[in-house]
């Protein structure tokens, strides 16, 4: 099964990084349309669509170590004009932090209310208990209804998890269940029961132990966009608990095809692949410039508290 993939512009670039979002928003036109032109028909038969991203405080978006807003906003913009579907960008508060902030600290806000895309907390919806069968195994997982109740794609970024393994679709979206198996078996069932339409890795920013700009985008099924993943942190499938039970007895093997004219992939993996470093996460207190100031500056308007992680670095 073949899976799309499309360079990004990025001659641009100033310092690894474009911190224009109209700039990004140009350069992603025309490879987001590209990636997704194969899966139009699937995406426009619905009236109800949910974009799932890597989206976690406290990391700004050049980090890679979260989905570029700029991606999805130029997914929901195509989606806006290819249907009259209700698009969605969803996220979850967690005990640290609610997830309208953290949408306001990556910029989401701004980006997706020019497509007429709401963002919304998969943590105040009501959820629904599910039991999916994997192998010899019946986990029941409880997922938020709207994943249940809308076509959903999920937008990962490139990057390892805390645990080594490529984060990719499949972990994203079982960060959003719970359920009382482990987190990789977890994960899996969360896929399973979600069923989402395409999974579209944000590998403009990837995260490999250090930021590299690495300008590419792929789209397809999850677990063969994580198994592309996998191979370009030089993991390996076979020891990805997760990507194990996904593929199952299935062929991993992924064949590439060019977004722009089908021709094959106009992207060199190889030399990408030797571009991404092989290092550690950073730690979660370790926050990008541009969220320290923005922070100081909302807490020095509003009043509020500044958090310890940013107050040490003062």
């Known amino acids: 099964m073949s899976v799309r993939v499309a360079a990004v512009d990025g001659s641009d670039r100033r310092g690894g990084w474009r911190p224009d979002v109209d700039a990004r928003l140009a350069a992603l036109e025309s490879p987001v349309r590209e990636v997704l032109e ?26 890679g170590m979260v989905t570029d807003p700029a991606v999805v906003g130029s997914i929901a913009g195509h989606l806006e004009r290819w249907s009259e579907a209700n698009v969605a960008v969803a996220g979850a508060s967690d005990d640290r932090i609610a997830f309208d902030r953290t949408a306001e600290y990556l910029d989401y806000p701004s980006v997706v209310e020019r497509f007429n895309a709401d963002v919304v907390d998969l943590a105040e919806e009501s959820r629904r208990d599910i039991v999916v069968a994997l192998a010899d195994d019946r986990i029941s997982v409880s997922v938020p209804e709207r994943l249940l109740e809308s076509t959903v794609v999920v ?48 590998a403009t920013t990837a995260y490999g132990g250090d930021p590299v700009a690495a300008d590419t985008l792929f789209a397809g099924p999850t677990p063969r966009i994580d198994a592309i993943g996998t191979s370009l942190l030089d993991r390996s499938i076979e020891e990805d608990p997760a990507l194990r039970r996904a593929f199952g007895d299935e062929d991993p093997s992924v064949t590439l095809e060019n977004g722009a004219n089908g021709s094959g992939p106009d992207v060199d993996l190889t030399a990408l692949r030797r571009r991404l470093p092989d290092g550690e996460l950073p730690p979660p207190d370790d926050t990008h410039p541009a969220v320290t100031t923005a922070y100081r500056l909302y807490a020095a308007v509003a009043g509020d508290a500044v958090p310890p992680q940013l107050e040490s670095k003062r």
């Open 155 to 202: 937008v990962p970024t490139l990057r390892p998890s805390e645990d080594g393994p490529v984060a990719g679709g499949i972990r994203t979206l079982g960060s959003h269940v719970t359920a009382v198996a482990d987190t990789d078996l977890t994960a899996v069932a969360a896929m399973q029961a979600v069923e989402p339409a395409v999974s579209v890795l944000d």
């Open 38 to 63: 194969p899966y139009a028909s699937s995406l426009t038969e619905t009236d109800r669509i949910t974009l799932v991203p890597d989206a976690h405080y406290p990391f700004h978006p050049s980090t």
